[in-house]
């Protein structure tokens, strides 16, 4: 497949599954957690950060966790992603800056080792955390945040393939719980300004 068809095919898969397998699962960006119907977001989770240190959602108590699934050879969903909310976390004061935990949850743990991760989150913030893990480790985090993501059935020639995923950023309180999540065209504005208004009043 042309390299140029790449993205253009990502986007298309990733606007059918939000339409017809994904969104009925998320409510409106604006909603709150008492909002959020019947379906619960988050959960429990056993990973492995940049440095390879064994994490659980536990890590982050106290802390407002924002966070993002993908993988570090998404050709343009996924850097757009991180650098919207490395600008956004820039926005903000210190104060709100130490109160957030941005991760960045990986969709592909065969490529992406502890290793890769670390080369990748530097390359955005200095606070931006990447988790890897096992195969079902990232599975059970997967679902936790009712994540889609379905890796090609067919690589390219030299082995290579892509990851069709979901491409929300969630925020989920001091206590892990929802608060609210942000769509892929949220801009570093917007979620500066939610993320004051959110954290802030936490």
């Given at each position: 497949?042309?390299?140029?068809?790449?993205?253009?095919?990502?986007?298309?898969?990733?606007?059918?599954?939000?339409?017809?397998?994904?969104?009925?699962?998320?409510?409106a960006?604006?909603?709150?957690?008492?909002?959020?119907?019947?379906?619960?977001?988050?959960?429990?989770?056993?990973?492995?950060?940049?440095?390879?240190?064994?994490?659980?959602?536990?890590?982050?108590?106290?802390?407002?966790?924002?966070?993002?699934?993908?993988?570090?050879?998404?050709?343009?969903?996924?850097?757009?992603?991180?650098?919207?909310?490395?600008?956004?976390?820039?926005?903000?004061?210190?104060?709100?800056?130490?109160?957030?935990?941005?991760?960045?949850?990986?969709?592909?743990?065969?490529?992406?080792?502890?290793?890769?991760?670390?080369?990748?989150?530097?390359?955005?913030?200095?606070?931006?955390?990447?988790l890897?893990?096992?195969?079902?480790?990232?599975?059970?985090?997967?679902?936790?945040?009712?994540?889609?993501?379905?890796?090609?059935?067919?690589?390219?020639?030299?082995?290579s393939?892509?990851?069709?995923?979901?491409?929300?950023?969630?925020?989920?309180?001091?206590?892990?719980r929802?608060?609210?999540?942000?769509?892929?065209?949220?801009?570093?504005?917007?979620?500066?300004?939610?993320?004051?208004?959110?954290?802030?009043?936490?």
């Amino acid at each position: 497949m042309p390299r140029w068809l790449a993205p253009a095919l990502v986007g298309t898969v990733l606007l059918i599954a939000t339409l017809v397998g994904v969104s009925y699962l998320i409510p409106a960006a604006s909603d709150t957690a008492e909002q959020q119907g019947a379906v619960p977001i988050g959960g429990p989770f056993t990973l492995t950060d940049q440095s390879g240190k064994a994490v659980t959602e536990q890590d982050y108590r106290g802390r407002f966790m924002l966070v993002y699934f993908g993988y570090t050879f998404c050709p343009d969903m996924c850097p757009l992603g991180l650098q919207t909310i490395a600008q956004a976390l820039d926005e903000l004061p210190p104060e709100l800056q130490e109160r957030i935990a941005p991760l960045f949850i990986t969709i592909d743990p065969e490529r992406d080792t502890v290793a890769v991760m670390k080369d990748y989150v530097a390359q955005f913030h200095p606070r931006l955390i990447g988790l890897t893990g096992s195969e079902a480790e990232i599975a059970q985090a997967v679902r936790a945040y009712r994540v889609y993501a379905s890796r090609s059935a067919t690589p390219a020639a030299d082995g290579s393939y892509l990851v069709d995923h979901s491409t929300f950023t969630y925020l989920m309180d001091e206590n892990g719980r929802y608060v609210t999540h942000f769509g892929h065209g949220t801009t570093p504005d917007e979620m500066a300004g939610r993320l004051k208004e959110l954290v802030g009043a936490g």
